[in-house]
């Protein structure tokens, strides 16, 4: 057994849970789909932990992570371990455990019984979502059989070191929700003792440290929150396991003051986006505890780590605190980053010298931590040596470096237009559409049939030529109007039956990115994504959707709306390159959707919409960067959206988040239309304008189109009525919350002519 002593020691915060092959995502759905049977899962589980800890103990790792794996979420897991497990999940005819578990994650298990599922919302700024607990006054906290002693049990007998990992009290309290927006920390008082019980089965189960998350710590907390952590922690140390405070994925800032008097063995620091903090110690010499774990490998990107520069940072703290004992650690969980870079053996070469996913990252751990232990080593400057040369070769790779494009972004101001004023715009672009009032149109996409998603690996794989591609493709725009112009909508779309996915559509088409085959990650429960890679200056070589929109517009005498990914979104949705400041990166895909957007007005396409759904996503935590963000994002949308003539109408869309409290930074991207989700929360978007009034012309959804109910007339009826009340009605447009690829034709057909009765209906009533 490791003793917990002065040497350094090396460890991640977690591993993916998904395994190489998605076993879990498969796993888990044949479950649901009643094709294995309970024990077949735990099984496929159990054989995942193993699989992972003999990873991490084989690299080299002195621990390996247990408390990590979850087969949803560990969120749901913590939940479910106290117990906080509302009632309308308990009334089911299963009294199954699993059953529950899954009832609360997805509303439904494979026994039957369904009930509203959990919330589900952003693990921080991350693109993993977790269950939000909910937390009820007669909630019955008590320790549920918790997985994590059994597993903690399972490690050591089979020989490894084990550092569980759990959410600390105060993460969790902060994460959860309150039914009636009482208090949560009242609730502190019964879970704590919970905690505490749990500490004690980890240390009787012979683990010799835990890691508890509290990754709060770098948001900007209330006093409130940050007072309780002194006596949370002295009681939780109290167990007498030595505790290791973990905290990721934003700085510290002042509250490293308050972590400074608590009472634990060790403090985990994200030294990659909490780099401000590591200036801040060594400026400050801030007092620590004895054992400080630096995590000096980005767990949520692909690079491979620049290993003299952490070799640089290591060195400074240990300067300015020569008595401290250094671990060496991963930023944050690994769960962010994809498994295992040799698995990929179609991407290029070159860049595949580049990247280091989990199993890679696990490796650099260990290798920074033995250059600590003899930095005069032959291997130890074979290591740095080896860095170094993909450092250099990243730099001066051609592959990466792209003179036209950076020549573009030292001038990028040039590239940045102002648009005449709104109302300016407004009646040039009435002038020439002469739209109804409450003009309507969908959000992009329309239903993608089995038969379209065959139609494109038919004709990626080769099976089919260009041609009948084009033509197959070309039917499907044909039918789109057709349901389009039959329904009588006014600004009509293709239908984007061409785009997979609406980054990868366009990242394949654009230099600097690239594409794995099994580069997964987790985004919830079995749901995986997997994000490109930009690794070079992006810049467009060809023309990506004018042949489909102007196809689509030939066919119409209405407006064809053409269709874009903004910049943030292609952005916040792929692995983007360190060697480049986000900014610059996303001013580079601004330039190249620009293009785009003026082929498309060139060729007649003048109503243009840039989908922006991640614009809230790519916030900092920490709102005194946020104005910074706000910036160069609002930025990034001008450059690709202003050069444009006035009578080019420019719309976007943004979905998935709460935009009230961003309501102002949206209204300065000064698009012509915005499009936004709104439906499921009954229109509380409106709240934001009661006293903010939005300057442009504004399309709040009308209808859940995430639900495969079909949306009855007089609802939305009642819901636009309510939208005209808070915004003038010559500045609304009406539309479905988001795109409709994921429904079938008949419900669509079905929910757009509501819609369009709904919108007539009310156009009756409000014209003279
Ligand atoms: N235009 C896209 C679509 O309709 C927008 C998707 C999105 O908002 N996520 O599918
Ligand atoms: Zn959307």
């Known amino acids: 057994m490791i003793a917990i002593d002065d040497k350094p020691k090396s460890h991640i915060l977690g591993y993916p849970r998904v395994g190489l092959d998605r076993e879990l995502k498969k796993a888990l759905e044949k479950y649901w789909s009643r094709n294995i049977s309970k024990n ?59 059953d529950n578990f899954f009832r609360m994650a997805r509303g439904k298990a494979p026994t039957g019984d369904e009930a509203h599922a959990c919330e589900m919302t952003k693990w921080f700024d991350t693109n993993y979502h977790y269950i939000v607990p909910e937390l ?52 502190l008082d019964k879970l704590l003792p919970l905690y505490i019980e749990l500490i004690k089965l980890i240390k009787q189960a012979g683990a010799k440290l835990i890691q508890i998350d509290e990754p709060i710590l770098g948001l900007d907390l209330d006093d409130k929150w940050l007072n309780k952590m002194l006596p949370v922690y002295k009681e939780l140390n109290n167990v007498g396991l ?45 007092s620590l505890p004895k054992i400080l774990s630096l995590g ?43 498994i295992d870079i040799e698995s990929e053996k179609k991407i290029n070469a070159e860049v595949k010298l580049w990247l280091a996913f989990a199993t890679q990252k696990v490796k650099e751990v260990v290798d920074i931590k033995s250059i600590l232990l003899s930095p005069d080593s032959q291997s130890s400057k074979q290591i740095i040596d080896a860095s170094d040369k993909i450092v250099e070769s990243r730099n001066s790779s051609s592959l990466v470096n792209n003179l036209v494009v950076q020549n573009k972004i030292s001038k990028i101001d040039e590239h940045t237009k102002k648009r005449s004023p709104f109302q300016k715009r407004k009646e040039a672009q009435q002038a020439l559409y002469n739209l109804p009032l409450l003009p309507t149109t969908s959000i992009g996409s329309f239903p993608q049939t089995s038969t379209i998603r065959q139609a494109r690996r038919d004709f990626k794989s080769g099976k089919i030529s260009h041609e009948q591609y084009t033509n197959y493709m070309h039917e499907e725009i044909k039918n789109v109007v057709k349901v389009q112009e039959d329904l009588d909508m006014d600004v009509l779309v293709h239908g984007e039956a061409e785009r997979n996915d609406m980054v990868e559509y366009f990242g394949e088409l654009l230099s600097g990115f690239a594409f794995t085959s099994n580069g997964w990650v987790q985004s919830y429960g079995s749901r995986c994504v997997k994000p490109p890679i930009i690794y070079g200056d992006v810049q467009r070589t060809e023309s990506m959707t004018v042949k489909w929109s102007t196809y689509a517009q030939s066919l119409t005498k209405k407006p064809m709306k053409g269709m874009l990914t903004g910049p943030l979104t292609i952005l916040c949705w792929s692995f983007v390159r360190d060697d480049l400041t986000r900014d610059k990166v996303c001013y580079q895909i601004s330039l190249a959707i620009q293009e785009e957007v003026l082929d498309l007005e060139k060729s007649g396409i003048t109503i243009i919409q840039i989908d922006e759904p991640a614009f809230k996503e790519g916030m900092p935590l920490r709102t005194a960067s946020q104005d910074a963000y706000f910036d160069w994002a609002i930025k990034s949308f001008h450059i690709t959206a202003n050069s444009v003539k006035d009578t080019t109408q420019i719309h976007t869309h943004m979905c998935y988040s709460e935009f009230n409290d961003i309501i102002k930074p949206i209204a300065k991207l000064d698009a012509d239309v915005i499009s936004i989700e709104t439906s499921r929360s009954d229109m509380e978007l409106l709240n934001a304008f009661e006293d903010f009034e939005y300057p442009n012309d504004i399309g709040p959804g009308v209808y859940d189109i995430h639900s495969p109910l079909i ?58």
């Open 711 to 768: 949306p009855k007339v007089d609802e939305m009826v009642i819901l636009i009525e309510k939208a005209i009340k808070k915004i003038d009605i010559s500045y609304l447009w009406v539309n479905p919350d988001c795109g409709l690829k994921t429904r079938g034709w008949p419900e669509t057909k079905q929910a757009l002519a509501n819609m369009m009765e709904a919108t007539d209906i009310i156009r009756k009533a409000h014209c003279k």
């Open 242 to 286: 030595p505790i290791l405070l973990a905290s990721y994925f934003s700085p510290i800032l002042n509250n490293l003051n308050t972590l400074s008097s608590l009472p634990i063995v060790a403090l985990h620091l994200d030294c990659v986006r909490g780099a401000e903090d590591i200036e801040n110690l060594i400026n400050n010499k801030i």
């Open 40 to 98: 077949e899962l735990l099984a496929q589980a159990d054989e995942l932990k193993l699989r992972h800890w003999n990873i991490q103990k084989n690299r080299g790792l002195d621990f390996v992570s247990v408390g990590d794996f979850s087969l949803y979420d560990h969120m749901l897991d913590h939940a479910f371990m106290f117990n906080i497990i509302p009632e309308r999940f308990i009334k089911g005819s299963s009294s199954d455990d699993l």
């Open 136 to 187: 009820v006054s007669n909630t019955d906290f008590k320790l549920n059989n918790p997985s994590i002693i059994n597993d903690t049990n399972k490690a050591i007998k089979a020989g490894f070191e084990p550092k569980p990992t759990i959410v600390g009290p105060l993460t969790f309290l902060y994460l959860s929700k309150t039914k009636d927006n009482s208090d949560k920390l009242e609730f």
């Open 296 to 338: 000096v490998v980005n767990g949520r990107n692909v690079w491979k780590n620049n290993i003299s520069k952490s070799l640089k940072l290591i060195d400074s703290v240990a300067k300015a605190y020569p008595e401290k004992t250094l671990w060496v650690g991963s930023s944050c969980s690994l769960l962010h980053s994809p």
